[in-house]
Structures are given as C-alpha cells and as structure tokens.
C-alpha cells in the first residue's frame, strides 16, 4: 500500500504516534512530531503548518516553514531534520501524493509529465484546504463507496496542487498569485471562485474585514491591478479558456461570466486582448 511506503521511509516511524487518511495515490498524516535525520520520498510530500514549525533542511539548504502555507519537496530530495527539533509537539499535516499520478495528471491537465515543484511556501488557498478537509472527513466517516469518493477527492486535491504551487509548468499566468497578507489572499480566492457574478466592492471588503480605503490600497500593492481591474482580467482569461474549448457560443460565455449583456462583454474582450469574441473564435 501507498501508505506502508511512506511511513517505511521514515527514520524511527515506529514512535511517531500519528494518524493516517489514505486513499490509493493520496496520504495524509498527521503526526505528533518530525522525525529527525535524512529522510529521502520516492513520491512528492507536502508540509502544511498549522502553527510554528522550526527549520528543516532539504539538500542540505535551510528551509523555514509557514503557518498556513504549503511547503513543497520533489521525489529523491533528501529532507533533513535536526534531532533538537524531532522531540517538539508539532501541529501540522504531511501531504504524500504518489510520482507517477501526478505526472499523469500533469499530462492530462497541463500536457507535461515532468513536474517539478520549487521548495517554497505557497499561501494555503481556502479551496485546496477545503477539499483536504473533505478527504479527511470522508476518510473518518468511512460511508458506503467511500474508496470511490476519497480517490475522486484525491484527484481535486492533486489538480489544485498542480494549479497553485509553484512549479515547472507552463501557463503561469493561470494559477493565483499570491501576496503576504490573508486578508487580500482570501479576496483573491473568492473572486477566483466567483467569476460568475457581478464585482461588489463591499463583498470584498467583508472577506477581507478591510475598510474600502484600505483594501483597495493593499489589493493594488500586492497585485499591481485595482480589484475590479484584476475580475475583469480573470473573467477574460476564462473566457479564452471557454472559447478554446469550441463548446460555447459569445452568448452563452457572457452569460456564464456574469456580464449583463453581449456588448459589455465584446467591450471587455476586445479592450483586454485587442480583437473581438468573434475574431477570435475565428483564429482558433
């Protein structure tokens, strides 16, 4: 099993107290402390701090992790913890997905297998937390054809990891950029989840628990666009996506995106990209 592979990886695992949630490709644990020493995964793992975790070191280089980030490690690295630091009663998840899934769904999805994450600290978006949480729900409640549910979980867990980590792949500019604050990554997330509706300024700054003043300062900052500059960007990038896949008429785009009539959306397409809707299914 996936999961006696990763635990066999683990340098003294037989007095790490933790709990599992598996599913064929996908491993979650949540241990009580590190394990110390060179440790070395033949899958791609992922720490998720849920407070303070001391320095680890991966190929020999010092890595400081974040509360509410994901820290990223490729297959064959080898990942170091000190022996002061494996004793400390720790709070945070351990992420395991299996190498040759992931470069498959790379494929599919991104059409490259070969993917490889930077070791960094990605923000922890709203949606990914929700559907590991949803894995781990499903995975105690153990209800009938749970093995079919947690493995089509497993796969969302994956994408999302795909889209928002940083890594190798093409396309950059579809995945979320995030900046230091929360507060503005959490109105990030929901604009990015919410394409369909209209822009609300007063939305924003109730996700965010920011004044309009100073959400509309900080958002600029952090992404180099106003808020509603950045919606409309991403409304656009989205409808390129639905134009490339020659399902879907103008019409139906604008009206999937929340624009309240054909005009405004040619207007916003063509000041975006430079050609009309029309235009460009043409060229496709």
Same mark, same amino acid.
């Given at each position: ?12 695992? &037989? ?15 949540? #241990? ?22 001391? #320095? ?10 974040? %509360? ?34 992931? @470069? ?65 792949? #093409?396309? @950059? ?71 490339? &896949?020659?399902?879907? &008429? ?19 397409? %063509? ?14």
């Amino acid at each position: 099993m996936f999961e006696d592979r990763v635990i066999s990886k683990i340098k003294d695992n &037989s007095c790490i107290k933790h709990e599992s949630y598996c599913s064929a490709d996908l491993a979650l644990f949540k #241990p009580e402390c590190f394990a110390y020493g060179e440790t070395t995964f033949d899958c791609f793992h992922f720490i998720l701090p849920k407070e303070y975790i001391p #320095p680890i070191f991966v190929d020999k280089k010092e890595k400081n992790l974040y %509360k509410a980030h994901i820290f990223s490690t490729n297959p064959d690295q080898v990942i170091n913890v000190c022996q002061q630091n494996s004793t400390e009663k720790i709070d945070y998840l351990a992420m395991f997905i299996e190498k040759k899934k992931l @470069q498959e769904l790379s494929k599919d999805a991104f059409n490259r297998s070969k993917i490889s994450f930077d070791n960094a600290n990605n923000y922890l978006s709203s949606i990914l937390l929700h559907h590991i949480n949803l894995f781990i729900d499903e995975c105690k409640t153990r209800q009938s054809g749970y093995q079919f549910v947690i493995d089509s979980i497993a796969i969302q867990i994956s994408i999302n990891v795909l889209r928002e980590l940083k890594n190798n792949l #093409p396309n @950059q500019h579809e995945k979320r950029h995030y900046s230091s604050r929360i507060d503005i990554n959490k109105a990030i997330d929901f604009l990015w989840e919410n394409t369909a509706t209209d822009f609300s300024l007063e939305t924003l700054c109730k996700v965010s628990n920011l004044s309009p003043y100073y959400f509309s300062r900080l958002f600029k900052d952090s992404t180099g666009k106003t808020p509603y500059e950045y919606y409309m960007d991403l409304k656009i990038n989205k409808a390129v996506d639905l134009f490339k &896949s020659k399902k879907y &008429s103008i019409t139906e785009v604008s009206y999937m995106l929340g624009f309240s009539n054909h005009s405004h959306f040619t207007s916003v397409f %063509k000041r975006k990209t430079g050609i009309t809707p029309s235009t460009f299914i043409k060229s496709l």
